[in-house]
């Protein structure tokens, strides 16, 4: 499937539909067009050789026809006016033709939906970097991203095929399946297995299980039509906060059955009126209303399912509305940093015992401090079984870096299987090849096994799978925070106002030791990657001990800047910058510099400890500790306070002396340019 042809042909169609008509009406005729072609592309044909004044008539007819049979998109809004583009010559009916027989994979339609919606989508996300809260309309619109095809197959293969081979029923294993040893002794009937996907979107991912279902089900002797059936009635549900995607979801689902001589209608239900805000995260006791869709819905929110699907929203905490953060933070404060990690703890809670879980989620929760409680809880209640740990950028249609994984919903079922793809940088087909590979050769070298208790043993317990034994046992040593403070300096508010190069102020005005009483200090404000010494340009106004930084204050009497940390300014310490290019790289600071935020310090006790922690902390080996701890760009004071450290040898008389060398040397280096201020002579000269 081309999806280049596929954005260009939506966007295209969006814009000439909408200068000639609603966005209800545009929107819906745009899909009810492409619904009613991927059921028979026969109307499109007939429709164009019509005289232009019956074609819409003639589209009206056949879109209430096919409401009957297929509902969901035709029988969203009702009749609306058909927008002229649509049925003209060379129209959006004609280009349709000529994209040829796309909808032989049902999932177009749901690409074409969120491709026809991408540019809503983008708008709000502008909003989003913006700090603005979401409105209950448009939660869905700004979080609805597709899952690739490649990665609903892994997802579904290792937890639908797996349950069922774990419960002794034998299955084709698919390609992206992950081998497994383990057996229940347990056989379960096909329709018991109860699969739902509570984020659904247009439903790629319920697709893809009805094609595995229905192997299923022909193994047993069922017939096509009594299997498709059955795969509706018994095996899929699904939920999703947009109404429009849930009406494309039951619209492919009902396709697809058909396909099959079958008619029953999907278990799929909206939010729409019933809660717009909180979506599948509510309770079944929570909803209010005696309709007959409140009913289903709170029937799916009741039961217990053996398989969960899903790639669940992302939303920071602070672009919730008001009624979704108070929902949040009343049931799931503890995991609330983003609405993706509180629908992983909703997910545990509706997974029966022994049954499996599938996410597309970003990799934050694999490290970051803020998701040491979910991974806790995740560690203490399941048992992860597989993971693809995905290269930042490759995902085009999100701004964060992903991961997908399953779950089994059982505690010490020993070592899972991960992939490392973080080192391939390309797009998600390039992911898919890598994912291949490793699954056919078990000794890859990014193909690791890790047991998710060994976790536990590292601080914020973050799922360091690609750890070796003697790495791990690193960990049991002592802390750096718990040797030495770790301190965050000052943030003033206003660098432009309040800080310079010290070349730009001038001379006599900085105070080069601190002994003297000038209007401009030295400050370790971090800086590029730069081991031992050096990135020492900042002067900040420090002028009767920061009176005017202090009292820094916005209109309304807020104070802008923070002046903390200052005790431990114009001491000793070893630095790292905050916002790191991805390895550790430390420096020497004397007594005659204070630190901003973006400078972050520690302050050993005596020489000697500086020294030492100097080159521990310049180490390859404390750089990959810290990659553990946090492997983002930021590297935070409480990351590296959180560092283990081997206890000091006795004597250190000789690394001391390596040290100090170091240190000269870099020293050395740094000042032989002019934008040191100790910069006496090029050496070249």
């Not at 993971?387 to 991961?403: G, I, K, M, Q, W």
């Not at 002396?657 to 002579?681: G, K, M, V």
Request: proline fraction near 3%; hydrophobic fraction near 40%.
């Amino acid at each position: 499937m081309d999806h280049s042809v596929l954005k260009k042909f939506a966007a295209c169609q969006r814009n000439l539909l909408l200068a000639e008509s609603d966005e209800k009406s545009a929107y819906a005729g745009f899909m009810r067009l492409c619904a009613a072609t991927a059921a028979d592309r026969g109307i499109a044909v007939e429709m164009l050789s019509k005289p232009q004044e019956l074609r819409r008539a003639f589209f009206t007819e056949k879109c209430s026809q096919l409401a009957e049979v297929y509902g969901g998109i035709f029988s969203l809004y009702g009749e609306l006016t058909v927008p002229p583009q649509l049925l003209a010559d060379g129209g959006t009916a004609a280009e349709l033709l000529e994209m040829g027989d796309i909808f032989r994979d049902r999932a177009v339609l749901g690409w074409l939906h969120q491709y026809y919606n991408e540019p809503y989508r983008r708008e709000i996300a502008v909003g989003l970097k913006s700090s603005k809260r979401l409105s209950a309309d448009k939660i869905a619109a700004a979080t609805q991203i597709f899952t690739p095809e490649w990665i609903v197959r892994y997802m579904v293969q290792n937890t639908v095929i797996r349950y069922v081979r774990s419960h002794g029923t034998e299955a084709d294993k698919g390609e992206l399946y992950f081998s497994d040893d383990e057996k229940s002794g347990k056989t379960v009937r096909i329709e018991d297995i109860r699969l739902i996907d509570p984020c659904m979107g247009c439903g790629n991912i319920l697709l893809y299980a009805f094609d595995v279902f229905m192997e299923f089900y022909r193994e047993k002797g069922f017939s096509e039509r009594n299997a498709a059936e059955n795969v509706l009635k018994y095996n899929l549900f699904g939920l999703e906060l947009d109404e429009h995607a849930c009406a494309a979801a039951e619209t492919v689902l009902r396709l697809k059955a058909a396909e099959y001589g079958a008619s029953a209608v999907p278990q799929v239900y909206d939010f729409s009126g019933v809660s717009e805000s909180i979506g599948s995260l509510i309770n079944s006791g929570e909803l209010v209303g005696n309709s007959h869709k409140t009913a289903n819905i709170g029937k799916l929110l009741e039961q217990k399912y053996a398989i969960i699907v899903t790639n669940p929203p992302y939303l920071g905490r602070s672009a919730m509305n008001a009624e979704l953060s108070a929902y949040v933070g009343r049931n799931y404060a503890d995991f609330g940093a983003d609405l993706f990690s509180v629908f992983m703890v909703r997910c545990m809670e509706m997974c029966e015992k022994g049954g499996y879980l599938g996410f597309l989620t970003p990799s934050t929760w694999l490290f970051l401090q803020s998701y040491e409680k979910l991974r806790r809880r995740l560690y203490a209640e399941c048992s992860l079984q597989t993971l693809l740990h995905f290269e930042y950028s490759a995902f085009d249609d999100a701004t964060v870096p992903l991961c997908a994984f399953t779950l089994k919903n059982a505690e010490n079922c020993g070592k899972g299987t991960y992939l490392r793809l973080t080192d391939f940088k390309g797009n998600m087909e390039l992911q898919r090849k890598k994912c291949l590979e490793a699954i056919q050769d078990r000794s890859c070298s990014y193909r690791y096994e890790a047991d998710t208790s060994d976790f536990l043993n590292i601080p914020s317990a973050p799922a360091a799978y690609w750890l070796s034994r003697n790495m791990l046992r690193c960990f049991c040593g002592e802390l750096l925070g718990d040797k030495v403070p770790v301190k965050e300096g000052l943030i003033t508010g206003d660098n432009d106002r309040f800080l310079r190069r010290w070349y730009e102020v001038d001379k006599n005005k900085v105070a080069f030791s601190v002994s003297y009483k000038k209007k401009w200090f030295m400050l370790d404000k971090g800086g590029e990657y730069r081991k031992w010494f050096g990135n020492r340009e900042y002067v900040v106004n420090w002028e009767n001990d920061g009176e005017e930084i202090r009292n820094f204050r916005d209109d309304k009497g807020k104070l802008r800047s923070r002046p903390q940390g200052l005790d431990y300014n114009f001491r000793p310490s070893v630095s790292w910058s905050q916002i790191t290019s991805g390895e550790l790289s430390v420096r020497y600071f004397d007594e005659n510099f204070m630190f901003n935020v973006a400078g972050t310090s520690a302050f050993p006790y005596d020489e000697r400890q500086l020294l030492i922690l100097l080159g521990l902390l310049n180490s390859r080996v404390a750089s990959e500790l810290a990659r553990v701890l946090n492997p983002t760009l930021n590297m935070n004071p409480g990351d590296l306070a959180r560092l283990p450290l081997p206890a000091f040898p006795e004597e250190t008389a000789e690394a001391e002396a390596l040290i100090r060398e170091n240190i000269r040397l870099c020293s050395d280096d740094w000042n032989s340019f002019e934008t040191s201020c100790e910069f006496r002579r090029h050496p070249l000269v």
